[in-house]
């Protein structure tokens, strides 16, 4: 699957949300935005968002946001992946593609302390 920013899905409309951190106890003091992505193949029914975390111009950290059930995954997987270990898929978690360039604890704190804000506004 190949995951694009929404700004490229929906234009404009689509803002990036960016952060302002001061004496975090995890992450370094900046700006953070958030980039959210999703799959671009029409045949596929992933349900979930990849988030791009820049920090001073760069890639810090990529989290994944599945916002189904567990179950939902589970069965979207099929049965073969009770015999795999899977990533898992619902809710929050770093990528095993997350560069990891800021603590993936607090950036997950932030993430999940934001997300009301990012996606029920
Ligand atoms: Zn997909």
């Known amino acids: 699957m190949e995951f694009i920013p929404a700004g490229e899905i929906i234009g404009k409309a689509h803002q990036v ?3 302002s951190i001061k004496q975090s106890p995890q992450l370094p003091d900046g700006e953070y935005s958030f980039i959210d992505t999703y799959c671009a193949d ?3 029914d992933c349900r979930k968002t990849m988030i791009q ?3 001073n111009g ?3 950290s990529v989290i994944n946001y599945g ?5 939902f995954y589970e069965n979207w997987m099929g049965s073969s992946a009770k015999d795999n270990p899977m990533p898992k898929m619902h809710g929050t978690s770093i990528d095993i593609m997350s560069p990891d360039l800021v603590s993936p604890d607090g950036i997950l704190a ?3 302390a934001l997300l009301n804000d990012i996606w029920s506004a």
Do not use: D, H, Q, Y
């Open 67 to 71: 916002w189904e059930s567990a179950t």
């Open 58 to 60: 760069k890639l810090v």
């Open 17 to 19: 949300r960016t952060v």
């Open 110 to 112: 932030l993430f999940n």
């Open 42 to 44: 029409p045949g596929c």
């Open 53 to 55: 975390i820049m920090f």
